[in-house]
């Protein structure tokens, strides 16, 4: 399960915040784990943006049991997470919020509540997956980087990488000239 939080403001970047949790700066929050079981122990922000958003995540049969509720009930969970990781009310967490999105891989008929792994005997899957179809289809995505499965970093290198190919395919073709602007 993921869930993504919009706020009205960064308010964990405030002098305010700080001040009320013992002079503890979160302005260059990236990452951090709940230390008191939650529902969602994983959060990450859009650190160095300063944006009002902070992304919740949870895994294995916490995420089961989540999937079967509605959308109001998992953003739920993920506030009340919140609100117990910064030590404030679910009330004022509540009230800060604009908008959730959540990602529920269990429902998604793609993800089907995985990211991508490699099986038992399937170490050369990603290479193979990653090869292109006569020239002309490319694939990017975690799945086709090895080595990376299940990262963002992975979905980035092999789009960078599916990106010269077909780069290199066009100006071979000499159909377009690439040139940096």
Same mark, same amino acid.
């Given at each position: ?117 490699? =099986?038992? +005997?399937?170490?050369? *899957?990603?290479?193979?997956?990653? %090869?292109?179809?006569? $020239?002309? #289809? !490319? ?17 980035? =290198?092999? +789009?960078?990488?599916? *990106?010269?190919?077909?780069?290199? %395919?066009?100006?071979? $073709?000499? #159909? !377009? ?5």
């Amino acid at each position: 399960q993921r869930v993504a939080l919009w706020f009205d403001e960064p308010f964990w970047m405030s002098a305010r915040f700080s001040t009320s949790h013992g002079g503890q700066s979160l302005h260059q929050l990236q990452l951090f784990q709940a230390l008191s079981p939650v529902p969602f122990p994983t959060w990450w922000s859009a650190y160095p943006v300063e944006a009002p958003l902070l992304v919740a995540w949870t895994g294995g049969p916490t995420a089961w049991r989540l999937s079967e509720g509605s959308r109001e009930s998992i953003v739920d969970a993920a506030t009340a997470s919140l609100a117990t990781v910064f030590g404030m009310t679910r009330t004022s967490i509540r009230r800060r919020v604009r908008d959730a999105v959540l990602h529920n891989w269990m429902t998604d008929p793609y993800a089907r509540g995985a990211y991508s792994y490699v =099986a038992v +005997g399937g170490s050369g *899957a990603s290479a193979l997956l990653a %090869r292109p179809v006569q $020239r002309t #289809l !490319f694939f990017a995505g975690e799945h086709v980087s090895a080595g990376r499965n299940g990262t963002v970093d992975g979905a980035i =290198a092999s +789009g960078s990488r599916a *990106a010269d190919q077909v780069i290199r %395919r066009l100006s071979r $073709r000499s #159909l !377009f000239i690439l040139r940096p602007r």
